[in-house]
């Protein structure tokens, strides 16, 4: 019996060490947050949605206030027409994007003991500081490669889209697939240093953060924040096809064949996301990547 209890309490030892060697092996979810926050915890579910509308709304009305204002002033409609689908006022429309990066950051303060610029970065995923380990050249060689896989997989999915809706003819005009190449360097400057990193923050480092330390969790955190940001890219086309009168099976087939790719783009941007530990630079590299690789292709081929 002692030597039975003896081996019982040897096994138990060496099931703890090896527990908690897993325990030291294994990252911290929030290893670069905890020290930070001044309430012990990250926003809620309620503050993860409610801030990405308010950041949406105000990107909106400064958009529709840029071209009410023009519009005012020259009076000429054919003019905002003509703006809309010009690549060079677009590109200084798009730097409106920074109010998705601005809104968060000012917000995640009130959760910080010391919130100064360097913490609010921090607590979104933009750090070098945290793990040891952590190395940038590396987060930046996976983005470029993921973003690869990327274009692959959302050209397959397209593919099937199309095939799915074959009897429908699906027609979507893209001012970007029109680009000369100055106007394509402009624009691939603008996804790395505005568009990837501004809509990461946003979607990803508060949204998703938030809704997966939420009642949500890993899986649906991820899923609900996938889906509202393939819906939010789609709202400009969903109004756009509600007011041009288009029959309800045309509107079906289009929205369908636009969804289900920004969504799987989306779940893939999530899923790197946590992987790499919510830092910020693995999807914004990739992000970026992948949408300029979009648009050289549409350069090279349409």
Do not use: C
């Not at 979810?29 to 993860?48: A, I, M």
């Not at 071209?67 to 010009?86: E, M």
Request: charged residues 15%.
């Amino acid at each position: 019996m002692i030597l039975q209890l003896s081996g019982d309490i040897s096994q138990d030892k060496s099931s703890n060490q090896h527990h908690q060697n897993i325990q030291e092996r294994s990252p911290k979810k929030e290893y670069q947050n905890t020290s930070l926050l001044s309430r012990g915890t990250l926003w809620g579910l309620l503050p993860s949605l409610i801030i990405p509308i308010v950041a949406l709304i105000a990107m909106l009305l400064s958009s529709e206030l840029i071209i009410a204002f023009i519009l005012l002033t020259t009076a000429n409609w054919s003019l905002v027409l003509d703006l809309a689908s010009n690549p060079l006022f677009l590109s200084l429309l798009s730097l409106l994007e920074y109010i998705f990066l601005l809104i968060p950051i000012v917000h995640v303060g009130k959760y910080l003991r010391e919130p100064t610029i360097k913490n609010r970065l921090k607590i979104l995923g933009y750090t070098l500081e945290e793990p040891k380990e952590f190395n940038l050249a590396k987060e930046a060689l996976i983005g470029l490669l993921l973003a690869l896989f990327a274009v692959f997989m959302v050209t397959i999915i397209s593919i099937l889209m199309e095939l799915i809706f074959s009897s429908v003819e699906i027609s979507v005009d893209d001012p970007l697939l029109d680009l000369n190449a100055y106007e394509l360097i402009l624009w691939i400057f603008i996804m790395f240093l505005v568009i990837a990193p501004s809509e990461e923050v946003l979607f990803r480092g508060f949204m998703q953060k938030g809704f997966v330390r939420s009642r949500l969790g890993n899986a649906l955190g991820i899923v609900f924040s996938a889906l509202i940001f393939a819906f939010i890219h789609l709202l400009a086309t969903i109004l756009d096809f509600a007011l041009s009168g288009i029959s309800l099976d045309v509107f079906i087939a289009t929205f369908a064949s636009l969804f289900v790719p920004y969504l799987a783009l989306s779940l893939l941007l999530g899923l790197v996301f946590q992987w790499r530990n919510e830092n910020l630079y693995t999807v914004t590299i990739m992000h970026g990547t992948y949408n300029s690789l979009l648009l050289l292709l549409g350069f090279l081929f349409f």
